[in-house]
């Protein structure tokens, strides 16, 4: 484990369904992120959350809700989810250290939309 | 729009040799880089990160930065089998804050025993 724990580790939903991603951190970091991994793409951020504030939305579709209730939590809520959604999806966390920010990943939540 | 270019390979490299990995980026205000590894099936970890114009060496890897060029690479001395795996190249304008890490698509290594 590398301090930040996402649980589940395999998810399986279909499209109307409505479910929920948790990551939790144990290493005091005050960032907080959601990446989604799909095949042949690059990993792309779909949300931040610094000191539980979120500061950015990367024109993420509405069917993905993030919630930060503190510091050292962080939630992905799906609902009428495609397809194409079907990804990886991976937290992170971050803290500043002399200037520089150090991520840490998850271990990710593997997901099938059927 | 930020851009990490990486060739996505497969670069094939003898055990014992030098691996070689690039990366370029298009966002001149892009501050800190970062190497990460990731095995099939895992989530990328750290390798190396570097911010300053030159070499880093740690280990078996060395880290060199021109943000002139705007390129970035990763050297990984006697290559072992346990380095397979795809090495992501990511970057941060962190003068802005936690604003996330930019990726390329990775290059897949594969180093023949």
Known sequence: ETGVTQTPRHLVMGMTNKKSLKCEQHLGHNAMYWYKQSAKKPLELMFVYSLEERVENNSVPSRFSPECPNSSHLFLHLHTLQPEDSALYLCASSQEVQGIYGYTFGSGTRLTVV | ?113
């Not at chain 2, 070499?55 to 006697?78: M, P």
């Open chain 2, 1 to 113: 729009q930020k851009e990490v270019e990486q060739n996505s390979g497969p670069l094939s490299v003898p055990e014992g040799a030098i691996a070689s990995l690039n990366c370029t980026y298009s966002d001149r205000g892009s501050q800190s880089f970062f190497w990460y590894r990731q095995y099939s099936g895992k989530s990328p970890e750290l390798i190396m990160f570097i911010y300053s114009n030159g070499d880093k060496e740690d280990g078996r890897f060395t880290a060199q930065l021109n943000k002139a060029s705007q390129y970035v690479s990763l050297l990984i001395r006697d290559s072992q089998p346990s380095d397979s795996a795809t090495y992501l190249c990511a970057v941060n304008t962190a003068g802005g804050g936690a604003d996330g890490l930019t990726f390329g698509k990775g290059t897949h290594l594969i180093i023949q025993p």
